[in-house]
């Protein structure tokens, strides 16, 4: 039996069918389900659409996502335009076959065309995987700028926070860096 063709799609989230819509979020849920970093949360979900969708199917089923957003990320009195990566998974079953690596590519290529900065938030268990693409940690520390207290360290996430720098944009890793917010993981 030979292995059935994986396809790689694209779309902006206003042109997912409602049955993809709903096939990423199952996926994506299934992906999650004992995941040390927890499930994956309807706040998770929020973080994930109003961006690129970057699918893996095979056949009609989907056994791979990820989606980058726009975010703001304050850096050295900047406001960079950064492309944000979010709900990052492969189907259990499908994982170490470099469907990962392909959603990847694509998903940096959008980072590198549109955006001054990518950055993400890193499960551990994803830490080799996305070094291993030239993603590198954030030292310095972490934050968000809230809508009432303004700067907030943000501790838990130091040491957790990888970027993909791009040439033209000037960055120190070890100087703080902070996030735009929103509700749930504001990471
Ligand atoms: C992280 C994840 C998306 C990787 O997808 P994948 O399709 O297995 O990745 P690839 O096959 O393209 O892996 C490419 C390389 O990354 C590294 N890598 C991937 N998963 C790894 C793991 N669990 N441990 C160590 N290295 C890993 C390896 O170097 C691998 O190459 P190799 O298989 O030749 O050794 C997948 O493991 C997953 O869905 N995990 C659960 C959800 C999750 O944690 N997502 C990340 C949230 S930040």
Same mark, same amino acid.
């Given at each position: 039996?030979?292995?059935?063709?994986?396809?790689?799609?694209?779309?902006?989230?206003?042109?997912?069918?409602?049955?993809?819509?709903?096939?990423?979020?199952?996926? *994506?849920?299934?992906?999650?389900?004992?995941?040390?970093?927890?499930?994956?949360?309807?706040?998770?979900?929020?973080?994930?659409?109003?961006?690129?969708?970057?699918?893996?199917?095979?056949?009609?089923?989907?056994?791979?996502?990820?989606?980058?957003?726009?975010?703001?990320?304050?850096?050295?009195?900047?406001?960079?335009?950064?492309?944000?990566?979010?709900?990052?998974?492969?189907?259990?079953?499908?994982?170490?076959?470099?469907?990962?690596?392909?959603?990847?590519?694509?998903?940096?290529?959008?980072?590198?065309?549109?955006?001054?900065?990518?950055?993400?938030?890193?499960?551990?268990?994803?830490?080799?995987?996305?070094?291993?693409?030239?993603?590198?940690?954030?030292?310095?520390?972490?934050?968000?700028?809230?809508?009432?207290?303004?700067?907030?360290?943000?501790?838990?996430?130091?040491?957790?926070?990888?970027?993909?720098?791009?040439?033209?944009?000037?960055?120190?890793?070890?100087?703080? *860096?902070?996030?735009?917010?929103?509700?749930?993981?504001?990471?």
């Amino acid at each position: 039996m030979t292995d059935t063709e994986v396809r790689l799609r694209t779309a902006h989230t206003a042109d997912l069918a409602p049955a993809e819509s709903a096939a990423i979020r199952a996926m *994506l849920d299934a992906a999650f389900a004992g995941h040390p970093d927890g499930a994956f949360t309807d706040a998770d979900w929020d973080h994930t659409v109003g961006g690129i969708h970057v699918m893996a199917w095979e056949g009609d089923a989907l056994i791979g996502h990820a989606s980058v957003v726009q975010r703001r990320l304050l850096h050295g009195g900047r406001a960079l335009r950064t492309g944000y990566v979010e709900a990052v998974a492969v189907r259990a079953d499908r994982r170490r076959r470099g469907h990962g690596s392909a959603l990847m590519s694509v998903a940096e290529r959008y980072i590198r065309g549109a955006y001054e900065l990518g950055a993400l938030g890193a499960a551990e268990e994803a830490v080799p995987f996305y070094t291993g693409r030239g993603w590198q940690l954030w030292q310095g520390p972490t934050s968000v700028l809230t809508p009432h207290d303004g700067v907030v360290p943000t501790p838990d996430e130091d040491g957790w926070i990888y970027v993909f720098p791009l040439a033209p944009t000037p960055l120190d890793p070890t100087a703080p *860096l902070t996030c735009d917010w929103r509700d749930g993981d504001v990471w």
